[in-house]
């Protein structure tokens, strides 16, 4: 089916690129091609883009650009905030960014995403702002907001631009990260 057959969801576009990291599933750890692809029709391995998250959003942003596009999974909840990626050996922003999603649930999203759909069945998707207002306090769910300040008590992370010029706030960040998304047995 061609993009042009692609009906408005009611709800918003989930983007889930699969069970295993895509750059993982396409390329062995010395960065060569790999020559399967267990997840594709006859193995093929050049079926997916690189970066499938990015790529498919971009495609769905320019199609419908007023539907909500939430990213899932494991390579969003590995990516969602500023990240060393070893395929391209840089640092990388948010997949937000790179992306133009609208949000991103991380870890095990089964909850989160059955509560943001019945969030949005009740309501209608206003703006940005508003949209962001009815996300909020749902656990597990990221987006971008510059508007929002830090409350007391609130781990505040280095920015981005930041990393880029100091590994060590990149590393402490990843320290950050790691110690609260497993904060009860790390």
Not at 76 to 99: C, E, F, G, K, N
């Amino acid at each position: 089916a061609t993009s042009k057959n692609w009906d408005v969801p009611r709800l918003f576009f989930g983007i889930s690129p699969g069970c295993m990291d895509s750059m993982v599933n396409k390329y062995t750890a010395n960065k060569r091609l790999r020559s399967d692809d267990a997840y594709t029709p006859d193995a093929r391995p050049d079926m997916r883009p690189e970066y499938p998250s990015i790529v498919y959003t971009r495609i769905l942003k320019q199609l419908f650009p007023d539907v909500p596009v939430i990213l899932g999974g494991i390579e969003a909840s590995m990516r969602r905030l500023t990240h060393y990626d070893y395929w391209q050996d840089r640092v990388r922003p948010s997949i937000l960014l790179d992306s133009g999603a609208d949000s991103l649930i991380y870890g095990m999203g089964e909850k989160p995403v059955v509560e943001l759909a019945n969030r949005l069945k009740c309501q209608q998707i206003m703006d940005t702002k508003g949209f962001k207002q009815l996300i909020a306090d749902i656990p597990q769910m990221v987006y971008l907001d510059k508007e929002v300040a830090a409350e007391e008590g609130d781990i505040t992370l280095f920015s981005h631009e930041e990393c880029l010029k100091d590994k060590k706030k990149e590393a402490a960040n990843f320290r950050h990260i790691e110690e609260e998304s497993n904060k009860y047995t790390a």
